[in-house]
DNA sequence: GCGACAG
DNA sequence: ATCTTGTCGC
């Protein structure tokens, strides 16, 4: 009998009952400057024969930022799920305060004045990494412009006007008027701002601050191998749902059968942006809440399983690790795509085989097909506190699917929740 | 010049 | 990651 008798009813039986749903309203939010505030939205036992537990309503999640575990000694730490006890995290690094991008970004596009013009590339630059020009494209396509805005100065290289949202010739004739056009149509170069200016604009751009925090992470980042063979092993996944809430799911694998266990789910508001190599500050905040959730329901897993990359990541520091080290806990990074490194040696070709990724000469991470012998194999680096090779053994050791079983199903039950009215 | 670029 | 229709395969 099982150690997963700790997620019994009483625990959770407390939590649900409306006194602590009270305390939870009073609670000063004040107090936590940084705290994440999650909710539970499913917590599932899936072994046959055992009862399962639903939660039919959404309770409070906080997760307190490392430092501050403090706060639990409220006497709400039976209805608070904060972060475990102090010993559980590893205190050296805190979640560092995520910027406000979309506002960062508005406030660029403000400072372009009339007859001048940018380009996505430098209003990237200008929040720190050319990387996120893809997601100002996109921005500028979706957001809802008003007429009081100057998101029609931004403009494509080459000369191109190029699109705004879905009025085009609306751009052309106001650039035209500003007369930041030339004769055939194009822009003119001449009107494009200088670096500069936006530069002053934030002087201390968000993504670079990140991109430091990143590197605190890739130094506190420890390769070793495993002590024992993982007995738990442990999967993560985000979803997003109509609104762009992220879900996340925890899930608890059996790793001599390959069984699924248990599941949790949890639920918050999301405003960082996909940008390529910062994915760790769009789902960092929620997936701790998933794994916090489930040490809580005294799920512990000996290895966790990440869907996303560990040290194969341009400043050795992707989502597993990041979440490696804040969690004090052994993290391997599991992608679909592979984001940066080499495989010299190609894909491996048999089911069950693996070949290794090269990043900067080192043999960072491994390039796994499942035992099904699936047409697309997986990118498999350690994330934190587990090397290469046991990182690829332990993973490869319950893949009968497309992807690991506890990525398969974490991907699944969060897709399945996000999905869900709510 | 064009594509690539975890989720 | 999400948005989508039909289609292929077990």
Redesign the pocket.
Known sequence: MPRRRSLHATRWDSIRSPGDQDKWSRLPMQAFPTITISTIIAVRSHRAGVVRFESPGYFPLVLLSMKQAQPCGTGLDSVLFCGGASADVSPSLDIPELPDLEADLRALIAAIPAGKLTTCGMLAEALGDR?AA?WIGRWLQEHAHHDSCHCHRVVRVGGVVGGYARDAAFKLARLRAEGALLPDGSWNPEALLPREVLHSVLPSPPLAELRRWQEEVRRAVRLQPLANPPEYLGGV????G?RGEAVAAYCHVRRSDGQLLESIVVRQPCRFP?I?????FRELPVMLAAVSAARRAGLRPDLLLV???GVL?PRRA??ASHLGVLLGTPTV?V?????CGTLPQGEPQLPGAASPIVLDGETMGVCLRSQSGHARCVYVSPGHLVDVTDGATWTAACFPRRLPETIYWA?RIS?QA?RRPG
């Not at 996944?237 to 997003?240: G, K, N, R, V």
């Open positions: 990387a893809v996944d985000a979803s997003y109509v996909y390529s190599g910062y994915l760790a869907d996303g990359a990541h992707g989502l990074g992608t679909k795509k592979l984001l991907d897709r996000s």
